[in-house]
C-alpha cells in the first residue's frame, strides 16, 4: 500500500471539511484510486500548520505544527494544501512548496488573482501540479469543465454569479422588498456575509475569481485594476421596482468577453431578463454561464461556500494528484 503524505495548511472552514472528508471518505478514496490507477493508495494527512499549536481544534496535537520548516523540510509530504486565505504569508508558503519539489492545492483566490499567474508559472518550471477547483464557485468543477470537457472549443463568454453573499442580499431585495442594509443584516446573521462585507459587496471577491476564469478560457490574466468593478452598495430599492416593472431581475454578474483587443472584464449588478438562466439561481447559489463555439451554451450551478462543498472540490485536486503519484 503506498501512502501519499499531504499538509495542510490552515484548519478552518475548509481545513477542516477537508480533513473530515479525507476521515470519512478514506476508504471510498483508496478503493477509487486502486480503480484508476491499478495501485493501493491512501491518502494520509501528515501535518497541519495553524497558528496555535494549543488551541483545541479537536484532532491529535501531534499532527498539529505551528512551524512551516517542518513541512517544508519534510520529504515524505508530497502535496502542501493551502487554506489559510489571503495573500501573505499564502503566496509565500505555496511559493516555498512548489520551490522544495512539492505539489499544491488551493482554494485561494486572492491570492492566484493577485500573483497575475506567477504561483502557476513556477509550478509549470518546477514541473508540480499546482490546482485550486475551490478558489471559483466553490463545489461547481468549472475549472475541471474549462480546462478538460471544453479542450474542443473556443470560449466566446463566461458570465456568472460567482458570489453568494451578493446574490443572497440581491435576492432578499428581489423577492422580499428588502433594502440592502437589512438583506445585508440578515446575510450575516446567517453566516452568509462576513462582519466585514467589504470583499464581498465591493465586488473584490468575484473580480479574483473572474480573473481566474479569465486566464483559464483566454489564457490572459487581466491585470485586476483593468477589471471594471462595480459593488452592490448602490443598489436601491427604487432599482428593483424598475426592473421588476421591466420584467427583469438584478444580479450580481461577472463576466469576461473576448474581444477584437483581447479580454474585456468586469463585475457589476446588472438587469437581465427573467428568462435568461441566470436570473433564477437565487439565494447564495452560484452558477457559471460558458458560451463557446462548438458546446454552444452550459450552465453549471451549485453551492460556492461552504465547509464541505468548498472541501469536495480541494480533495477533488488532492485526489487527481495522488492518482499520478
Ligand atoms: N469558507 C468558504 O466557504 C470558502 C469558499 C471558497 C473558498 N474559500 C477559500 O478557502 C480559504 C480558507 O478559507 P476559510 O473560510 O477556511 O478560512 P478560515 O475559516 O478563516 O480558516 C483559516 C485557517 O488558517 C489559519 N491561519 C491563518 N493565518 C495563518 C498563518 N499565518 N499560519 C498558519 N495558519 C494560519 C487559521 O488559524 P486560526 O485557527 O488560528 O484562526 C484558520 O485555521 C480562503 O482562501 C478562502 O478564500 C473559502
Same mark, same amino acid.
Given at each position: ?108 483566490? &486572492?491570492?492566484?488573482?493577485? !500573483?497575475?499567474? +506567477?504561483?502557476?508559472? /513556477? $509550478?509549470? *518550471?518546477? =514541473? ?45 431585495? &428581489?423577492?422580499?422588498?428588502? !433594502?440592502?442594509? +437589512?438583506?445585508?443584516? /440578515? $446575510?450575516? *446573521?446567517? =453566516? ?28 490572459i ?37 473576448k474581444c477584437?483587443d483581447g479580454v474585456r ?61
Amino acid at each position: 500500500m503506498k501512502t501519499v503524505k499531504i499538509a495542510l495548511l490552515g484548519l478552518g472552514t475548509v481545513g477542516s471539511g477537508v480533513k473530515n472528508i479525507l476521515e470519512e471518505k478514506k476508504d471510498q478514496l483508496s478503493q477509487k484510486l486502486f480503480e484508476k490507477t491499478g495501485e493501493k493508495k491512501v491518502i494520509e494527512i501528515k501535518k497541519i500548520l495553524v497558528r496555535n499549536t494549543d488551541k483545541d481544534y479537536g484532532v491529535d496535537k501531534a499532527i498539529l505544527t505551528d512551524d512551516y520548516a517542518q513541512i517544508i523540510n519534510d520529504p515524505q509530504i508530497q502535496i502542501v494544501v493551502e487554506l489559510i486565505g489571503g495573500q501573505e504569508p499564502a503566496s509565500k508558503y505555496m511559493e516555498q512548496a512548489i520551490e522544495a519539489g512539492k505539489h499544491v492545492v488551493t482554494a485561494n483566490k &486572492m491570492a492566484i488573482a493577485m !500573483s497575475g499567474g +506567477s504561483i502557476e508559472d /513556477k $509550478a509549470r *518550471e518546477k =514541473g508540480v501540479s499546482f490546482m485550486y477547483e475551490a478558489s471559483v464557485a466553490g463545489t461547481i468543477p468549472v475549472i475541471r469543465v474549462i480546462e478538460d470537457s471544453l479542450v474542443a472549443n473556443e470560449i466566446q463568454k463566461i458570465s456568472g454569479i460567482i458570489n453568494g453573499t451578493t446574490n443572497y442580499i440581491l435576492s432578499k431585495m &428581489m423577492n422580499e422588498n428588502q !433594502s440592502f442594509e +437589512s438583506a445585508l443584516k /440578515k $446575510a450575516q *446573521e446567517l =453566516g452568509f456575509a462576513e462582519a466585514d462585507p467589504t470583499s464581498d459587496v465591493e465586488g473584490y471577491d468575484a473580480m479574483y475569481k473572474i480573473a481566474i476564469l479569465s486566464k483559464l478560457a483566454f489564457n490572459i490574466m487581466p491585470d485586476l485594476n483593468d477589471i471594471k468593478r462595480t459593488g452592490i452598495r448602490g443598489v436601491s430599492i427604487s432599482d428593483i421596482n424598475k426592473a421588476r416593472e421591466n420584467a427583469n431581475t438584478i444580479k450580481f454578474i461577472a463576466q469576461a468577453e473576448k474581444c477584437r483587443d483581447g479580454v474585456r472584464v468586469s463585475v457589476s449588478p446588472l438587469e437581465i431578463s427573467k428568462d435568461h438562466s441566470l436570473a433564477n439561481v437565487d439565494g447564495a447559489m452560484n452558477a457559471v454561464y460558458i458560451t463557446c463555439d462548438n458546446a454552444g451554451e452550459i450552465m453549471l450551478q451549485g453551492a460556492g461556500a461552504g465547509s464541505r462543498p468548498t472541501a469536495s472540490a480541494v480533495v477533488s485536486d488532492i485526489f487527481a494528484i495522488a492518482e499520478k503519484l
